[in-house]
């Protein structure tokens, strides 16, 4: 599939944008770290299923429950074969990456109690918020440091992990929302593995780009890995975590409630097994098939060929943004090891005033803030911890004189003009400030 054919497939790709002056501009869409659009096939995939298919799942003897419970657990076994993830891992269903890491938390918790690893959970400077604060929530946390270009310092996890030899969980992303850093991961398994220490893996950022073969990493891959569909081409509602199935069955539900139970009396529950035990309550079913079908489409489009055209891009993007005087790209420059994501700043312009500036005068479509990373963001702008702007956000709402960046991210249908519009806009609002 050739990027015109790819782009085609995209109705958002003939969106057009009014400017406050009047004038309409072709959509730019540089958003997709934080969210990408449905194709064709998965929005008339969707329609059918909510047309012809859609009741709820499991339980159901008439023919639209079981046609659904066969499309919903078909999902299951449609990521499980993307993915390749081994027989002794099973994928539950959630309603995003954040519940997908928080689920990954509370079972790597109780894993943790049952074998008794008491030590504390390594994660990163890194992380988003959402592979951070639910591990603060459980217990002892450590931050991996990152090396002064940004990326993770691997010497770092290694000597945490010899100092905590009952590491609770490992819990790292595969590439950085903030920067599209990847991390190593085959070296986090493999030093994890060393020291007898489980996995969990934010493949947020990574589903869409190919996401993992856990077939081909060391261990049989992580034993957790969460991602969500909205950041891989299928509608909001979705996420799942792969998880060990020793984990699933030993662990209280995550979500007591509906469907988690086999039977309730006056004074006791006994719980289901599996993965219905945490998957409480009407699961995102049109979400789940969605996101099925997404994938098929990304495999449709070249996983390989995808990511050397992303890269071929992202280098076209770096070496762009490079030749404007007054932009600071956050981390390094190099396009080694990256998703299509580049968070930088624009010297004496608050990062809201050019997210909005490449909206109103290009149709570009960008991200701006702190992205969820306040400990990376921070550490990146070199801002101490007693900046008077931190000060200021301990205790009231973010303003526009805040620390942040600007952030462009690249998708499956993101082509050279798309990268030259935005390239020509930044340089020009750089050039006025």
Same mark, same amino acid.
């Given at each position: 599939?050739?990027?015109?054919?790819?782009?085609?497939?995209?109705?958002?790709?003939?969106?057009?944008?009014?400017?406050?002056?009047?004038?309409?501009?072709?959509?730019?869409?540089?958003?997709?770290?934080?969210?990408?659009?449905?194709?064709?096939?998965?929005?008339?995939?969707?329609?059918?299923?909510?047309?012809?298919?859609?009741?709820?799942?499991?339980?159901?003897?008439?023919?639209?429950?079981?046609?659904?419970?066969?499309?919903?657990?078909?999902?299951?076994?449609?990521?499980?074969?993307?993915?390749?993830?081994?027989?002794?891992?099973?994928?539950?269903?959630?309603?995003?990456?954040?519940?997908?890491?928080?689920?990954?938390?509370?079972?790597?918790?109780?894993?943790?109690?049952?074998?008794?690893?008491?030590?504390?959970?390594?994660?990163?400077?890194?992380?988003?918020?959402?592979?951070?604060?639910?591990?603060?929530?459980?217990?002892?946390?450590?931050?991996?440091?990152?090396?002064?270009?940004?990326?993770?310092?691997?010497?770092?996890?290694?000597?945490?992990?010899?100092?905590?030899?009952?590491?609770?969980?490992?819990?790292?992303?595969?590439?950085?929302?903030?920067?599209?850093?990847?991390?190593?991961?085959?070296?986090?398994?493999?030093?994890?593995?060393?020291?007898?220490?489980?996995?969990?893996?934010?493949?947020?950022?990574?589903?869409?780009?190919?996401?993992?073969?856990?077939?081909?990493?060391?261990?049989?891959?992580?034993?957790?890995?969460?991602?969500?569909?909205?950041?891989?081409?299928?509608?909001?509602?979705?996420?799942?975590?792969?998880?060990?199935?020793?984990?699933?069955?030993?662990?209280?539900?995550?979500?007591?409630?509906?469907?988690?139970?086999?039977?309730?009396?006056?004074?006791?529950?006994?719980?289901?097994?599996?993965?219905?035990?945490?998957?409480?309550?009407? &699961? %995102?079913? $049109?979400? =789940?098939?969605? /996101?099925?079908?997404?994938?098929?489409?990304?495999? #449709?489009? +070249?996983?390989?060929? !995808?990511?050397?055209?992303?890269?071929?891009?992202?280098?076209?993007?770096?070496?762009?943004?490079?030749?404007?005087?007054?932009?600071?790209?956050?981390?390094?420059?190099?396009?080694?090891?990256?998703?299509?994501?580049?968070?930088?700043?624009?010297?004496?312009? &608050? %990062?809201? $005033?050019? =997210?909005?500036? /490449?909206?109103?005068?290009?149709?570009?479509?960008? #991200?701006? +803030?702190?992205?969820? !990373?306040?400990?990376?963001?921070?550490?990146?702008?070199?801002?101490?911890?007693?900046?008077?702007?931190?000060?200021?956000?301990?205790?009231?709402?973010?303003?526009?004189?805040?620390?942040?960046?600007?952030?462009?991210?690249?998708?499956?249908?993101?082509?050279?003009?798309?990268?030259?519009?935005?390239?020509?806009?930044?340089?020009?609002?750089?050039?006025?400030?």
């Amino acid at each position: 599939m050739d990027i015109a054919a790819i782009r085609d497939a995209f109705p958002v790709t003939r969106a057009r944008v009014k400017a406050p002056d009047g004038r309409e501009h072709p959509l730019v869409y540089l958003d997709h770290a934080a969210s990408t659009h449905a194709p064709t096939p998965v929005l008339e995939y969707v329609q059918r299923f909510m047309s012809e298919t859609y009741a709820n799942v499991h339980r159901g003897a008439h023919q639209l429950s079981e046609r659904s419970t066969d499309a919903f657990e078909d999902a299951r076994e449609t990521i499980r074969r993307f993915l390749n993830v081994p027989d002794d891992r099973d994928i539950v269903f959630t309603h995003n990456t954040t519940s997908a890491l928080n689920l990954a938390a509370h079972l790597a918790h109780h894993d943790a109690k049952r074998l008794g690893r008491d030590g504390a959970t390594i994660t990163s400077c890194l992380e988003h918020h959402s592979n951070l604060l639910p591990h603060r929530a459980r217990g002892p946390v450590e931050c991996v440091g990152m090396t002064p270009e940004g990326r993770l310092d691997v010497a770092d996890l290694e000597r945490r992990l010899a100092k905590n030899p009952k590491t609770r969980l490992v819990a790292i992303t595969a590439a950085s929302n903030v920067t599209g850093f990847r991390t190593p991961v085959d070296e986090i398994l493999a030093l994890a593995a060393r020291h007898d220490a489980p996995t969990l893996i934010d493949g947020a950022q990574v589903l869409a780009h190919g996401g993992l073969d856990f077939s081909s990493l060391p261990n049989g891959g992580p034993q957790y890995f969460a991602a969500a569909g909205h950041k891989a081409y299928a509608p909001f509602g979705c996420g799942f975590l792969v998880a060990p199935r020793a984990a699933l069955e030993a662990a209280p539900p995550f979500l007591p409630g509906g469907g988690t139970v086999r039977l309730v009396t006056d004074t006791e529950t006994y719980w289901t097994e599996g993965v219905e035990r945490h998957e409480g309550g009407t &699961p %995102p079913v $049109v979400g =789940a098939v969605a /996101l099925a079908e997404a994938l098929r489409f990304i495999e #449709r489009a +070249g996983r390989h060929e !995808a990511e050397v055209r992303e890269h071929a891009l992202l280098a076209r993007l770096l070496k762009g943004m490079s030749g404007i005087d007054g932009v600071q790209v956050l981390g390094s420059t190099s396009d080694r090891d990256r998703v299509g994501a580049i968070s930088f700043m624009v010297d004496h312009l &608050p %990062p809201p $005033v050019v =997210a909005k500036r /490449l909206n109103d005068t290009a149709g570009v479509a960008v #991200r701006h +803030g702190c992205f969820c !990373a306040h400990p990376y963001l921070l550490k990146l702008l070199q801002v101490p911890d007693d900046d008077p702007r931190l000060v200021h956000l301990r205790h009231h709402p973010a303003g526009d004189e805040d620390p942040g960046a600007v952030r462009a991210s690249l998708g499956l249908y993101t082509n050279e003009s798309d990268v030259n519009t935005f390239t020509r806009a930044l340089g020009e609002i750089a050039a006025a400030r």
